[in-house]
Every structure is written in C-alpha cells, then in structure tokens.
C-alpha cells in the first residue's frame, strides 16, 4: 500500500506548520476524533482562563482517543483547532507545536469562535487520522 501523503503544492505558501492535501491511499482506516477540550476523566475543566493548560490538555484528550483507536500524532492527517475569541492564541499554539512538528505536518483548519460547549474552554481540537493495513 502506498504511503499518505501530505503535500505542499508549487504556488500555495509553504510553512512548516501545516500542509495544504492529504491523499490517503484505499484500504487505509480513517479514524475520526470529535472535539476535545481541556477536561478530565470526570469533565471538570483544566487550566481555567489558561490558554497554553488548556491547549495542552486537549491535545492529550486527542492522544488517548487516538491511542483507543491504535493510532498516534504522525497518522492525523488534519487537525481542527477551535479557539474562543480573546483566548491567547500564540499561548496555546505554543504548548502544543513541538508534538505537532513534522517533516510532513498535517492539514490545519483553525478558527476563532464566540464560546464553546463546556463553559470556560477556550479550545477545542479534533482531528482525522489514517492508518495503513
């Protein structure tokens, strides 16, 4: 099976934080993470009012959704990154890059949004993942 492959094509800017496609190849398996915030086992939020806590919890809830599903970090393919308007963005960027760097990074779609649904978060992150057989 052939690898995925994230690209950078001629004529689109080229960062090294984010790719602009992904082809995954069939018989790969998708695996799609919903939004995770920065909650506990038990729902309470974590890091109230922290931006650079919250990102990093979050991403840690993608991690263990990944891991369920026998994926890591180097298998997403896109990354949705919700951050509630007025939250210190460059903060939470920041606590996160260094487990989303990559030779290959994935396709990012980040937004800024007027509240969440768990009162207090001021991110959210999902992703889509493949997986080769």
Known sequence: MSPIQRL?????VVSPAFSHVAVVPPG???IYVGGQNAVDADGSLVG??????QSAR???NVKTALAA???SLGDV???????VDGADIAAGYRAIA????SD???LVTAALVAGLGVPGALVEISAVAAVLA
């Open 8 to 12: 950078r094509p001629e004529g689109l």
């Open 28 to 30: 790969a398996t998708t």
């Open 48 to 53: 109230p009012g922290d931006a650079a806590v």
């Open 58 to 60: 979050a991403l840690e």
């Open 69 to 71: 599903a026998g994926a």
């Open 77 to 83: 393919v896109q990354w949705t990154v919700l951050f």
């Open 98 to 101: 260094g487990e989303l760097a």
């Open 104 to 106: 290959e990074p994935a």
